[in-house]
């Protein structure tokens, strides 16, 4: 890479850390292309030079990062650290990394998930692929992991891909569930496993619980506590 590609590339980066910054504050629909470029020590001008479709390009950047964040951590803990542990116990690990990882920006986490329903469901045909390529890259890098336990006997031969969907699909949900208790002033927001950014340990004990024994009263893993199933 050469100097003048090292230096767009550092300062398209710089760009995308001040849009992060500015939609964590402010939401996508509040934020503003001139706060972006303050942030950044740019030119508003510059800014366009780099994402010519202005604030929405640059959401859709921000966007496609958290995705290969995402990516990476999962390769971290499925594929570099995984080694010859149960699945259940891998999993368990990714679900307390993952709310580990969101309990610093969850400002961020809240705007992205908000608008992936928007983005998701947006009458622009161009948008909704741009979701379904995001969600098909991050449970693709986990279904060949599903496809060996299954293999292996390991777990049930259900479908990887819906699976991979429900575990991302309930991590969302308990990650925002909690982020909107503590912002309403809920008085038990610091406790339980619904509130997994205080306590991503006992949150991955009760997923992890519930996706592998399922709400049967004799589970073959550890049961639920009474008070986790009071939660």
């Known amino acids: ?63 496609d990062e958290a995705t290969r964040e995402l990516e990476a951590l999962i390769r971290t803990v499925f594929y570099e650290s995984a080694a010859d542990r149960p ?25 992205l998930v908000k608008e992936i329903h928007a983005i998701a469901f947006s009458d622009e045909a161009e948008r909704a692929q741009f979701f379904e390529r995001q969600q098909e890259r991050v449970l693709g890098t986990l279904v060949p992991v599903l496809r060996e336990a299954i293999g292996r006997g390991e777990i049930r031969g259900l479908s990887p891909p819906l699976i991979a969907n429900i ?25 339980g496993p619904t509130r997994p950014l205080e306590n991503p340990e006992r949150a991955a004990d009760f997923l992890t619980a519930l996706l592998f024994d399922g709400l049967s ?3 073959s893993g550890a049961p639920l506590s009474d008070s986790d199933s009071d939660e």
């Open 217 to 219: 009263p004799t589970p």
């Open 1 to 63: 890479m050469s100097r003048r590609e090292r230096e767009r590339k550092r300062r398209r980066q710089a760009m995308l850390d001040a849009a992060r910054a500015v939609f964590a504050d402010k939401g996508y629909a509040d934020a503003t292309l001139d706060e972006i470029a303050e942030r950044a020590e740019f030119g508003k001008g510059t800014l366009y030079n780099y994402f010519e479709g202005g604030k929405e390009e640059l959401f859709l950047a921000v966007f």
């Open 87 to 111: 699945l259940r116990e891998t999993v368990h690990a990714f679900v307390v990394r993952y709310f580990e990882t969101i309990r610093d920006q969850q400002d961020l986490f809240l705007v």
């Open 167 to 191: 575990l991302f699909t309930s991590l969302r949900s308990m990650g925002t569930h909690h982020i909107l208790e503590r912002q309403q002033g809920s008085p038990d927001a610091s406790a």
